[in-house]
C-alpha cells in the first residue's frame, strides 16, 4: 500500500538522479554544441588554407577532447539508477526504449570511434577532405546519440504511440513514428542542441576573452571569439524561438507545469506572463495566501498567447486542474482520481480474474481498463493537491532560464559589433562579462532541465505513472549510500576536468 | 627516371599503424586514457557489481515472474481518496 512507501527512499533516489543527470548534462551540451563550431573552424582552415586557422581548431578540438573524456559514460550511471531504484518504470518502458536506444548507442559508438580518431589523429596523415570529413561527422555522430534519449524524455511527458499491456505490464509501441516525430520531442531535440550550441559558443567566448584581457593569443582569440558568436547568436534565437514552441507544447499537455511554472493559481483569460515577482513559497493550492510577495509585474496577455496562441485566451490555474472548472470544461485531478481508482480497481480485477481461469469476468475487467486507463497514473495519488509540482522551484527555475536565455543574444550581438568595429579588446567590461558567460550558460541550461524535470512532478510518465510508483521498493538508506559515493565521485572527476581544462588554456594554442 | 613502385601496406596494417601513431603522439590524452579507464573500472566493477544490481533480474527468473511483480506493485499500490475539505471517501 502507499502508505507503507518510503518516501524517504524516492526521494533519495530522485535526488540522486538528479545529481547524476545534472553532472552529465554539464558535459554533454559543451560536447553536442561545440563539435559544430569547431567543424566550422576546420572548415574554414581547409578553405582558405591559413595554418592560424589549423592551430586554432587543433586547440578547441582538445578542450573538447578534454570535456569528452570527462564527460565520457557518466550518462551510464543512469541506466544503474533505472534498474536498482527504478525498476518498475524500467519494466514499464523497456519496449518503447529498450532497443532504440541500445541501437543508438551501438551506432553512435562505431561513428564516433571511427571519425573521432581520425579528428584527433588525422592531421598529415589522411586526406584535408577525408579529415573535414570527419570533423563533421563527429558533430554529426554526438548530436545523433542525443537523439533516442531526448525522445525518450519528450515521451515520458507526453506519452504517444503507446499501448499499455496488462498482462506483462509494460508500454507497448503502437506508432514508432508518433513516438519519435511527435511535436514534444521534436521541440526538445532542436531546443537540448540549440542551447548546447549557444552553451558552446560561450564556453569559447569565456576562454577567448579572458586572453584577450591577458593580451594572449590575441588573433586565435578574435577569430575564435567571430565564428562562435555568430554561430551563438543564430542559436540563441533559434533556441528563444523553439522554447516558445515548447511552452506552447507543454500548455496543451501538461498545463500544471505550465500554471506552476508560471505561479498561476487561478485560471485566467488574457493572462499575464510575470515580468518580475517573488513567488509566496508558502502558498497552497487550496488557501487564500497571495501567490506573489510584494511588487510584482506582468505583461497583460501574454501568457494566453504563448499557451494558445491567442492574447484573450483562457489559461488554467492550479486550482482549475486540482478541484476542475465547468466553465472551462476542465477536469480537475479530483474527477481523474476517481477514474484512476477505477483503472487501478480493474486492473487488479482482471490480474484476479485471469488468476482464477475466468475468461469471461477476465474481459468485462479488461473492457472497464480500458475505459479509464488513460487516468491510471491518479489513482495513485492519496490526494488531488499531489498533482500540483513543486511551484516555486518551477518558478525560479523557469524565470532564471528565461532572463538569461532572453540576455544571451544581446551578449553575441555585443561581440559580434565590436569585433566589427575593430574595439572589441578596449571593451574591457563586455571581455569581463564575457569570462562569466559559459557559467551563464550552464546556469540557463540546468535551470531549464529543472523546469521539464520538476515541473512534470508528480509524474514519471505523465497521467500514467507517479514517480512514487516508479521505484524499487528499496530503504533509503541503500540510495542515500550509492548518492554520497557519486557526490565523491563526481566531485572528483570534475575537480580533474577544471585542472586539465585550466591546465591546457594556460599552455594555450602554441604548444599544440 | 621513375624508381622501384612504392609499397604500400595493407590497409587493415595501415589503420593499425594509424591509431598506433595516434596514440604514441598523445600528450594530454594519455592523462584522459587513464581517467577513462579509472572511471569505467570504478563504474563498472565497483558500482555496478556491488551496488547497482539490475532488481529485477535479479530477483526473477524469468520474464513472466517480473510482470507479475510489476503488476502487483501497480495494483496494491493505490488505496482510496479521502477529500480533505469535505472529507468524503471516494
Known sequence: ?512 | MNGPPEHRPPLLLRIYQFYRDGFRQMTVGRTLWKIIFIKLFIMFAVLKFFFFPDFLATTFSTDAQRADHVIDQLTQSAQGYTNPVKGERL
Open chain 1, 1 to 512: 500500500m502507499i502508505e507503507n512507501l518510503d518516501l524517504g527512499m524516492v526521494n533519495w533516489a530522485r535526488a540522486q538522479f538528479a545529481l547524476t543527470a545534472m553532472y552529465h548534462w554539464i558535459f554533454v551540451p559543451l560536447t553536442l554544441g561545440i563539435t559544430w563550431i569547431i567543424a566550422f573552424y576546420h572548415s574554414i582552415y581547409v578553405k582558405t588554407g591559413n595554418e592560424e586557422w589549423k592551430r586554432l581548431t587543433k586547440f578547441w578540438m582538445k578542450l573538447f577532447g578534454v570535456n569528452f573524456a570527462i564527460g565520457v559514460a557518466t550518462g551510464i550511471i543512469m541506466e544503474f539508477e533505472f534498474g536498482t531504484n527504478w525498476s518498475n518504470y524500467s519494466w514499464m518502458v523497456g519496449d518503447i526504449f529498450g532497443a532504440p536506444l541500445a541501437i543508438e548507442g551501438i551506432f553512435a559508438f562505431f561513428l564516433e570511434a571511427t571519425f573521432f580518431a581520425v579528428m584527433f589523429f588525422g592531421w598529415n596523415r589522411v586526406s584535408k577532405g577525408f579529415h573535414l570529413f570527419s570533423t563533421w561527422m563527429v558533430a554529426v555522430g554526438s548530436n545523433l546519440s542525443a537523439v533516442w534519449i531526448l525522445v525518450a524524455n519528450a515521451w515520458m511527458q507526453h506519452p504517444v504511440g503507446q499501448a499499455f499491456n496488462p498482462d506483462t505490464a509494460r508500454f507497448e509501441m503502437q506508432n514508432f513514428a508518433e513516438v519519435a516525430f511527435s511535436p514534444y520531442a521534436i521541440n526538445k531535440f532542436t531546443h537540448a542542441t540549440s542551447s548546447s550550441m549557444l552553451m558552446a559558443a560561450f564556453f569559447i567566448i569565456s576562454i577567448s576573452s579572458w586572453y584577450l584581457l591577458r593580451g594572449r593569443h590575441i588573433v586565435m582569440a578574435k577569430r575564435s571569439i567571430v565564428v562562435a558568436a555568430t554561430l551563438g547568436l543564430l542559436a540563441s534565437v533559434f533556441t528563444i524561438f523553439n522554447g516558445d514552441e515548447s511552452a506552447y507544447e507543454i500548455a496543451q499537455v501538461q498545463p500544471m507545469k505550465l500554471a506552476a511554472f508560471e505561479g498561476l493559481y487561478e485560471g485566467q483569460t488574457n493572462a499575464g506572463l510575470v515580468a518580475i515577482g517573488l513567488i509566496n513559497r508558502e502558498k497552497k493550492v487550496y488557501d487564500q495566501q497571495e501567490p506573489f510577495i510584494g511588487f510584482n509585474v506582468h505583461i497583460p496577455g501574454l501568457l494566453s498567447l504563448m499557451a494558445n496562441r491567442s492574447f484573450g485566451s483562457f489559461v488554467p490555474g492550479m486550482k482549475d486542474l486540482v478541484y476542475g472548472n465547468a466553465e472551462h470544461n476542465i477536469l480537475g485531478a479530483v474527477q481523474k482520481m476517481e477514474r484512476g481508482k477505477k483503472a487501478v480497481a480493474s486492473l487488479d480485477a482482471y490480474k484476479q480474474a485471469k488468476k482464477a481461469d475466468d475468461k469471461a469476468a477476465a474481459d468485462v475487467h479488461l473492457a472497464s481498463f480500458n475505459e479509464y486507463k488513460e487516468f491510471l497514473g491518479y489513482g495513485y495519488l492519496n490526494k488531488p493537491e499531489e498533482a500540483v509540482p513543486p511551484v516555486a522551484l518551477s518558478f525560479n527555475a523557469f524565470h532564471v532560464m528565461v532572463i538569461l536565455g532572453s540576455l544571451f543574444p544581446l551578449i553575441f550581438l555585443g561581440y559580434l559589433y565590436f569585433s566589427y568595429k575593430g574595439n572589441l579588446a578596449e571593451k574591457k567590461w563586455l571581455l569581463g562579462l564575457g569570462t562569466i558567460t559559459y557559467l551563464l550558460g550552464i546556469m540557463a541550461s540546468q535551470a531549464g532541465w529543472i523546469v521539464a524535470e520538476v515541473g512534470r512532478q508528480p509524474w514519471s510518465i505523465q497521467d500514467l505513472l507517479p514517480t512514487t510508483i516508479a521505484r524499487t521498493n528499496l530503504t533509503a538508506g541503500t540510495v542515500q549510500t550509492t548518492f554520497f559515493m557519486f557526490l565523491a565521485l563526481f566531485t572528483l572527476l570534475l575537480i580533474a576536468e577544471i585542472s586539465i581544462m585550466v591546465k591546457q588554456i594556460n599552455i594555450g594554442p602554441e604548444e599544440n
